[in-house]
């Protein structure tokens, strides 16, 4: 049943802003710096236009498609997004049910307050990539990669734009800021009293050394099993564990794909970390085109996630070159405002706006969306 007074996806968030603590909220909504990558990354979208073709419309046309081999029901998922549980006491659990029902995959993040066993179980059909960090503890990256195989997870995504932690601007000058002022916080954010981050068991030694310091939720821990000196190195090792496709998130320029490329990856994802690490930097709907143009015949898969808002950008997205997008705040939304099927609702929104745009801009399939069907702002002059 569709939310009453709801049009639109952006709609949701006035919704939880009225609903969560406002510390919490600008926990998930913040970007780093001044926050211009952040604005600039839903703006960037508007840039782009729609070129549609008449008379060439299908009602009902193609949107699934598949991604590192596994159907999705239309090129849509959710992005890692960490501590779901203070936005809902299902957390993960339900945001997996969410999309096992839409039949489109989830990242899982490291950050996640319940364990990858526990998500798995929640629902056994969704499909499930699983997020980690090159971990200075390669204990407890070997541990989560293990564990995710063992449940059933089809790809390992290694976040790389965080050798330090972004400066954050709303609440939390920096993420290590965290762990405190979520510690002051009652109500809807006791949740922490019963979880912590939960997949880091690789490490027990340490863990138990972490606590014993004053770190009870191992948010401190977590924040400096991220930081470190990374190189490609760490992404060689990651794939000698596993046989499962492995995806960088946080890629945004040309050479950083080749690399990727030549490291021998099977995705990319044009990302900005939710404009939360380094703020200056292109929106990813504009960094896509070059990603794309440098990857191009290798096999490697490229999506984007950041800024997208509405199935309208799904297509903007498709066209300059993404196989799909990802969506990390709007999913928060929905689960916020109605759990499971909060999310679920955000989906089928998204998907239904795709299919609308698509029959209006002349599109049976996917495989007909390209280039031809936008046009950036800069292009539109008319010389007379």
Same mark, same amino acid.
Request: include cysteine; charge should be positive; charged fraction near 25%.
């Given at each position: 049943?569709?939310?009453?007074?709801?049009?639109?996806?952006?709609?949701?968030?006035?919704?939880?802003?009225?609903?969560?603590?406002?510390?919490?909220?600008?926990?998930?909504?913040?970007?780093?710096?001044?926050?211009?990558?952040?604005?600039?990354?839903?703006?960037?979208?508007?840039?782009?236009?729609?070129?549609?073709?008449?008379?060439?419309?299908?009602?009902?046309?193609?949107?699934?498609?598949?991604?590192?081999?596994?159907?999705?029901?239309?090129?849509?998922?959710?992005?890692?997004?960490?501590?779901?549980?203070?936005?809902?006491?299902?957390?993960?659990?339900?945001?997996?049910?969410?999309?096992?029902?839409? %039949?489109?995959?989830? *990242?899982?993040?490291?950050? @996640?307050?319940?364990?990858? =066993?526990?998500?798995? /179980? #929640?629902?056994?059909? &969704?499909?499930?990539?699983?997020?980690?960090?090159?971990?200075?503890?390669?204990?407890?990256?070997?541990?989560?990669?293990?564990?995710?195989?063992?449940?059933?997870?089809?790809?390992?995504?290694?976040?790389?734009?965080?050798?330090?932690?972004?400066?954050?601007?709303?609440?939390?000058?920096?993420?290590?800021?965290?762990?405190?002022?979520?510690?002051?916080?009652? %109500?809807?954010?006791? *949740?922490?009293?019963?979880? @912590?981050?939960?997949?880091? =068991?690789?490490?027990? /030694? #340490?863990?138990?050394? &972490?606590?014993?310091?004053?770190?009870?939720?191992?948010?401190?821990?977590?924040?400096?099993?991220?930081?470190?000196?990374?190189?490609?190195?760490?992404?060689?090792?990651?794939?000698?564990?596993?046989?499962?496709?492995?995806?960088?998130?946080?890629?945004?320029?040309?050479?950083?794909?080749?690399?990727?490329?030549?490291?021998?990856?099977?995705?990319?994802?044009?990302?900005?970390?939710?404009?939360?690490?380094?703020?200056?930097?292109?929106?990813?709907?504009?960094?896509?085109?070059?990603?794309?143009? &440098?990857?191009?015949?290798?096999?490697?898969?490229?999506?984007?996630?950041?800024?997208?808002?509405?199935?309208?950008?799904?297509?903007?997205?498709?066209?300059?070159?993404?196989?799909?997008?990802?969506?990390?705040?709007?999913?928060?939304?929905?689960?916020?405002?109605?759990?499971?099927?909060?999310?679920?609702?955000?989906?089928?929104?998204?998907?239904?706006?795709?299919?609308?745009?698509?029959?209006?801009?002349?599109?049976?399939?996917?495989?007909?969306?390209?280039?031809?069907?936008?046009?950036?702002?800069?292009?539109?002059?008319?010389?007379?």
């Amino acid at each position: 049943m569709p939310t009453p007074g709801i049009s639109r996806v952006a709609d949701f968030e006035e919704l939880v802003r009225k609903k969560l603590p406002e510390f919490l909220v600008d926990y998930y909504a913040t970007g780093g710096g001044d926050e211009q990558t952040l604005e600039d990354s839903r703006r960037a979208f508007q840039r782009y236009r729609l070129m549609p073709r008449v008379l060439r419309s299908d009602t009902n046309p193609g949107i699934s498609t598949k991604l590192q081999g596994h159907t999705v029901t239309f090129p849509l998922g959710i992005s890692p997004t960490g501590l779901q549980a203070a936005a809902h006491p299902d957390g993960e659990k339900a945001t997996a049910k969410a999309v096992e029902k839409a %039949g489109v995959p989830l *990242i899982l993040s490291s950050w @996640s307050l319940m364990t990858i =066993e526990e998500v798995a /179980d #929640s629902a056994p059909n &969704a499909l499930l990539w699983m997020q980690i960090y090159p971990f200075q503890d390669r204990r407890i990256t070997t541990n989560i990669v293990k564990r995710a195989e063992k449940s059933g997870f089809k790809a390992i995504v290694v976040t790389v734009d965080s050798p330090v932690i972004g400066l954050y601007a709303r609440s939390f000058r920096d993420g290590l800021d965290i762990p405190e002022q979520f510690g002051k916080r009652k %109500g809807r954010c006791s *949740i922490f009293a019963f979880f @912590s981050v939960a997949n880091l =068991e690789g490490a027990p /030694d #340490s863990i138990a050394k &972490a606590k014993a310091s004053g770190d009870p939720f191992l948010f401190g821990f977590m924040h400096r099993q991220v930081v470190g000196n990374h190189s490609w190195k760490d992404i060689a090792w990651i794939k000698s564990l596993t046989n499962l496709p492995i995806i960088l998130k946080g890629i945004l320029t040309a050479e950083s794909a080749r690399d990727a490329v030549e490291a021998g990856v099977q995705g990319i994802i044009v990302s900005t970390h939710g404009g939360r690490q380094l703020d200056g930097v292109q929106a990813p709907i504009d960094a896509l085109c070059g990603v794309v143009d &440098a990857v191009r015949g290798s096999g490697v898969e490229v999506y984007m996630d950041g800024g997208v808002r509405s199935g309208r950008d799904i297509f903007k997205a498709l066209a300059v070159g993404a196989k799909a997008v990802f969506i990390g705040r709007p999913a928060i939304w929905g689960l916020s405002y109605n759990g499971a099927d909060g999310v679920k609702e955000i989906l089928d929104m998204m998907k239904h706006e795709l299919s609308n745009a698509m029959t209006l801009c002349g599109c049976k399939s996917l495989a007909e969306i390209d280039r031809s069907r936008v046009r950036h702002e800069s292009q539109l002059v008319c010389k007379l």
